[in-house]
T-cell receptor
Framework: DAMVIQNPRYQVTQFGKPVTLSCSQTLNHNVMYWYQQKSSQAPKLLFHYYDKDFNNEADTPDNFQSRRPNTSFCFLDIRSPGLGDAAMYLC??????????FGPGTRLTVT | KQEVTQIPAALSVPEGENLVLNCSFTDSAIYNLQWFRQDPGKGLTSLLLIQSSQREQTSGRLNASLDKSSGRSTLYIAASQPGDSATYLCAVEGGSYIPTFGRGTSLIVHP
């Protein structure tokens, strides 16, 4: 089945230790999104790609970076995780302005 | 800046009731509105997408309506079941592929 896959599902990292989360899709969608979601809060958009064009939300901290080496893959790099970065990280895709499809998320714990 | 509000924040009902969940948004210049379901600790599952030119969409026991001029959408769930227990989120896209989410309505359907 076509889908959005996120790895790992659970990630534990130490304070200040860089971490990379990955997302892949088999839907061949041109738009990919990264969201941060904390408990009982709305998903917060960090960035999105329209094809190769990278779009950073104005309030996304510089500590967060992203890469999209090809249509299928997208990575979220957190250069120096702080305790406040512990959250669920959600990847989503869409074909233009159509329906968004989400992956299962990666739960990040910072110790 | 688009703001999305969902009311009520939480809802607990007995099985079999018909439900209405509300979503309001401040900027009526939207491309589409999407309703999602989120189970605890999981990603988002798309339920219904309404394009700006549409008034409603139906899928099984779910019906979503959209009134752009008043900045409102409702999600109607018929004959609720315990398996419907989850958080329901709405998201509006106002262009540039940037969705804005509400905080969701947490629904519990008890047997």
């Amino acid at each position: 089945d076509a889908m959005v896959i996120q790895n790992p599902r659970y990630q534990v990292t130490q304070f200040g230790k860089p971490v990379t989360l990955s997302c892949s899709q088999t839907l061949n969608h041109n738009v990919m999104y990264w969201y941060q979601q904390k408990s009982s809060q709305a998903p917060k958009l960090l960035f999105h790609y329209y094809d190769k064009d990278f779009n950073n939300e104005a309030d996304t901290p510089d500590n967060f970076q992203s890469r999209r080496p090809n249509t299928s893959f997208c990575f979220l790099d957190i250069r120096s995780p702080g305790l406040g970065d512990a959250a669920m990280y959600l990847c989503a895709t869409s074909k233009g302005s159509y329906e968004q499809y989400f992956g299962p998320g990666t739960r990040l714990t910072v110790t | 800046k688009q703001e999305v509000t969902q009311i009520p924040a939480a809802l607990s009902v007995p099985e079999g009731e018909n439900l209405v969940l509300n979503c309001s948004f401040t900027d009526s210049a939207i491309y589409n509105l999407q309703w999602f379901r989120q189970d605890p600790g999981k990603g988002l599952t798309s339920l219904l997408l309404i394009q700006s030119s549409q008034r409603e969409q139906t899928s099984g026991r779910l019906n979503a309506s959209l009134d752009k001029s008043s900045g409102r959408s409702t999600l109607y769930i018929a004959a609720s079941q315990p398996g419907d227990s989850a958080t329901y989120l709405c998201a509006v896209e106002g262009g540039s592929y940037i969705p804005t989410f509400g905080r969701g309505t947490s629904l519990i359907v008890h047997p």
